[in-house]
């Protein structure tokens, strides 16, 4: 009985050491791609000196390098005596570093990285062949290829790093540079982060009899012919803007439930009022809203009894520049709501209102007039 639990206690040792013979492996971070293994021949056989190993690459030394990625093996010998066959992979590791977005808000975006590298700097047996050192690794977000935000340093074990409030219009890249000899980097791909700017509504707004207190029962409308980008947009998406039109009352925003969805929008029979149009455009975060005022005796944006040769203004409401459609020979003025001329200038189709005070206007281009509102 002492015999064989003398030969069991040996196999035991025999066995623990034997695990601790290898490979040991060195996997290569891109943009590296060789890598290493090695094993710790005092600890292979009986462990008494005597082991030796035969790579599948012809070499007998202890340690080899420049394995390509993929599967290898190892003969192990004892006393000049085979006995173990160790297949192993060198990996091909690479950086990850994902960018998301946590939150869209209207003040802007908020992107997170969480980067991380396979090991997280290594096991036992498993190791890099070349280790990326924290001190000169760093990671940053890049705003249209150019690194807007303090480095953070990041180590094998990863990182989590969070960017608040970046603005729309632009594109974005979490990028990581290991600036040491090893040289290993990694980047996420690429986000486009649209904007629209003070987007602007091409609008048709007509009321030329008035109607009941009732909806439904009116005969104003409300047209939206297409939403334009404001001038301030730095990366606009690609045109025509679709998306979600809703209509509300104003000032109590109460929903019509008048949805509609596409390039524009038409409502009609309105009675008068002040109404808020509504644009929640697609896979963006810039809504369009802007009140519209429809008249009970004239149309902002149409004469009343013009026949077909209507004065169609836009946008409505206007900020800076009115347009409308003609451009006659003779003049246009715009009165206030007290029937005095704040404006005259030739009819070129378009003119400059940018410095006059909001509120209720009238357009009149030779025979023909419109309301417009200033905002």
Not at 76 to 100: H, K, N, R, S
Not at 123 to 141: E, K, M, N, Q, R
Not at 290 to 304: H, K, P, W
Not at 318 to 326: I, T
Request: with cysteine; aromatic share 10%.
């Amino acid at each position: 009985m002492r015999t064989g639990l003398l030969f069991l206690a040996s196999l035991l040792l025999v066995g623990g050491v034997h695990a601790q013979c290898g490979p040991y492996k060195g996997h290569p971070v891109w943009p590296d791609t060789l890598g290493w293994a090695h094993m710790n021949l005092s600890e292979c056989g009986s462990a008494n000196g005597n082991a030796t190993c035969l790579w599948d690459n012809g070499s007998t030394n202890w340690f080899v390098d420049s394995l390509v990625v993929g599967t290898h093996h190892v003969v192990m010998f004892d006393y000049g005596i085979p006995y173990d066959t160790l297949e192993f992979d060198i990996e091909q590791l690479a950086w990850q570093v994902p960018l998301g977005i946590t939150s869209l808000t209207s003040s802007g975006i908020l992107f997170h990285s969480d980067v991380s590298l396979a090991y997280s700097c290594g096991g036992i047996f498993d190791h890099y062949d070349c280790p990326p050192v924290a001190d000169s690794t760093v990671l940053y977000l890049l705003q249209d290829g150019i690194a807007i935000d303090s480095v953070i340093q990041v180590s094998c074990m990863g990182a989590l790093k969070f960017w608040n409030e970046v603005p729309f219009g632009h594109t974005y890249e979490a990028s990581l540079v290991d600036r040491s000899t090893c040289g290993s980097h990694g980047s996420s791909a690429s986000i486009v982060a649209f904007s629209i700017g003070t987007a602007q509504f091409t609008l048709n707004v007509s009321n030329l009899n008035g109607g009941a207190n009732d909806l439904g029962s009116g005969t104003g409308s409300i047209e939206v012919v297409e939403v334009q980008p404001g001038p301030d947009a730095t990366l606009t998406p690609p045109l025509p803007l679709t998306g979600m039109f809703m209509l509300l009352e104003w000032p109590s925003e109460n929903d019509l439930g008048l949805w509609q969805t596409g390039t524009g929008a038409i409502w009609e029979d309105l009675v008068p009022g002040q109404y808020e149009v509504f644009f929640n455009p697609d896979g963006l975060c810039n809504t369009v809203d802007t009140i519209v005022t429809i008249d009970a005796a004239t149309a902002i944006g149409d004469a009343a009894g013009a026949g077909t040769d209507h004065l169609h203004i836009r946008p409505q409401p206007v900020h800076d520049v009115l347009h409308w459609n003609g451009g006659g020979n003779g003049p246009v003025r715009v009165f206030d709501q007290n029937g005095r001329v704040v404006r005259s200038a030739p009819d070129q189709g378009r003119l400059d209102v940018a410095d006059l005070p909001a509120g209720l206007y009238e357009l009149e281009a030779g025979q023909r007039r419109a309301r417009f509102v200033k905002w």
